[in-house]
């Protein structure tokens, strides 16, 4: 099925070369798009600069170029997104829906761990050390995925106003991702499963901007022998550019899809052009034994 409506994406913090776990997930979104001739972008979600690492952006460009991994139009950086962050926070406030947080985290642990919207109906206004929260007057109570269906979240979460603007003067992760996948008009969002609590979160925002969300598929994590995802924060080695394809097959194999006998003979783009022709997210391994 070809759908040229289709638009996806991959965004990767720059914390960090890619690994061998963001190769999967590169790789599942690249071919979930472009198994219906859908576009796929590319974003570095450049918003945390305590987290980042320098040069990192650069490198994972070349990367993903290494895996024959390209993606359509210009890389949206989201460090160049933060008018419109601020431009939707303040119409937001202005109507009432986001208000100022003075709570720390050792207070909310305190009053049992979620936040229970203390400062909802302070009237505190703009200052120092104050997040922002948005109020969540519909909270979703779970969404859709494509490989496992209804995915519910607590009621409590459910109910928890959200942070958009942090105390330390940086934007929240939930608003950016789904302002600037409103902004792209990514209509499927192909990720590792570790969001599914998030993408619920996500949804709350969605549901304030009066905006559809768009479909979800997440996929396995990849973990090292001791279980624990493979990350930057653990330390998962760069992917090796001198094994690319054997690399690319094996993300593949952990995807659940075979490729051709003669994959040795193709480049990276050849193999994924190959195996975007017989992609169906229907043969993912949704659990993996460590």
């Not at 650069?58 to 895996?67: A, K, P, R, S, T």
């Not at 559809?212 to 990849?222: I, R, S, T």
């Amino acid at each position: 099925m070809k759908d040229s409506r289709y638009i996806g994406r991959f965004a990767p913090s720059p914390s960090g070369p890619l690994h061998f776990g963001s190769l999967v997930t590169a790789v599942g979104s690249f071919l979930q798009a472009r198994s219906v001739a859908g576009r796929w972008l590319l974003r570095i979600e450049d918003i945390d600069p305590p987290r980042e690492v320098s040069g990192a952006a650069q490198m994972i460009v070349q990367q993903l170029h290494d895996f024959g991994l390209d993606w359509d139009g210009p890389i949206v950086y989201q460090s160049q997104q933060y008018p419109r962050y601020q431009q939707q926070i303040e119409q937001w406030l202005a109507q009432g829906h986001a208000y100022y947080c003075q709570c720390t985290r050792k207070q909310i642990q305190a009053r049992g761990g979620l936040y229970d919207g203390h400062c909802r109906t302070l009237g505190l206004t703009a200052a120092p050390d104050l997040a922002i929260r948005l109020h969540c007057e519909h909270p979703a109570s779970g969404f859709y995925d494509q490989l496992r269906g209804y995915h519910p979240l607590a009621y409590e979460l459910a109910q928890e106003d959200l942070i958009i603007y942090r105390r330390d003067g940086l934007y929240a992760y939930n608003l950016a991702v789904v302002l600037d996948d409103q902004a792209a008009g990514i209509n499927e969002v192909v990720r590792g499963c570790d969001l599914l609590e998030p993408t619920a979160r996500q949804c709350n925002i969605y549901r304030m901007l009066g905006a559809k969300e768009p479909n979800y598929l997440h996929l396995p994590l990849v973990c090292d022998a001791t279980g624990r995802k493979l990350s930057k924060q653990n330390h998962a080695p760069a992917l090796d550019k001198a094994n690319v394809l054997p690399t690319l097959h094996a993300a593949l194999a952990f995807l659940g899809h075979p490729v051709p006998p003669t994959w040795q003979q193709n480049s990276p783009r050849q193999l994924l052009g190959k195996m975007a022709q017989i992609w169906d997210k229907q043969s993912i391994v949704i659990e993996h034994s460590s």
